[in-house]
């Protein structure tokens, strides 16, 4: 089965511009997360929807950043503006049911630099 | 929330020699504690997990152990081999089956194995 794509891989803008990151998880995945990785951590989740609903984003800092997924299958997270220290790897993840113990699978990320 | 500590940062074996990298967590109704690997500029996937009815788990050189008293678990990796070098992150979450689920990652550890 195709894995979970991210675009795009890498983006740089400056301080307070804004930016989109899109997020299409595997075929038939109901949940999805958005994960924010800086260098030298672990990854830190910022928002979880099952189909097209929220379940948790109590770390999203939702006065810059926000996210959607309308249809219940792709996604996209904006930041808006962004700022220095949001400057990371921001990973896309998808599992197959709501919730339990299921695997969640990765995409490859997109690379944010904020100058 | 879930807090999850893990050690050490950076590890370095000798090709052949076994690894040990440990884990705490601090919420008791956690259950669910899988083990990613990250190579350099990829995506962390899952190597292998445990849940919490079960002790240890192996799967041909990898071994995961847990204690639930203690809230700590630990990955072990024998007969190292220098492709095993990457970042290795341990999680832990509360599967409960609804809208709880939610990994929380340690900081990783480094991973060198020396040919």
């Known amino acids: 089965e195709a894995g979970v794509a991210q675009s795009p891989r890498y983006k740089i803008i400056e301080k307070r511009q804004s930016v989109a990151f899109w997020c299409n998880p595997i075929?038939?995945?109901?949940?999805l997360y958005w994960y924010q990785q800086i260098l030298g951590q672990g990854p830190k989740l910022l928002i979880q929807?099952?189909?097209?609903?929220?379940?948790?984003d109590s770390q999203l800092p939702k006065d810059r950043f926000s996210a959607e997924r309308l249809k219940g299958v792709d996604s996209t997270l904006k930041i808006q503006p962004a700022k220095l220290e949001d400057s990371a790897v921001y990973l896309c993840a998808s599992t197959r049911a709501g919730g339990g113990t299921d695997t969640q699978y990765f995409g490859p990320g997109t690379r944010l630099t904020v100058l | 929330g879930e807090n999850v500590e893990q050690h050490p940062s950076t590890l370095s074996v000798q090709e052949g020699d076994s690894a040990v990298i440990k884990c705490t967590y601090s919420d008791s109704a956690s259950n669910y504690f899988p083990w990613y690997k990250q190579e350099l500029g990829k995506r962390p996937q899952l190597i292998i997990d445990i849940r919490s009815n079960v002790g240890e788990k192996k799967d041909q050189r990898i071994a995961v152990t847990l204690n639930k008293t203690a809230k700590h678990f630990s990955l072990h990796i024998t007969e190292t081999q220098p492709e095993d070098s990457a970042v290795y992150f341990c999680a832990a979450s509360k599967g409960s089956g609804g809208s709880n689920y939610k990994l929380t990652f340690g900081k990783g550890t480094l991973l060198t194995v020396n040919p």
């Open positions: 075929s038939g995945h109901a949940t």
């Open positions: 929807f099952q189909n097209n609903g929220v379940v948790d």
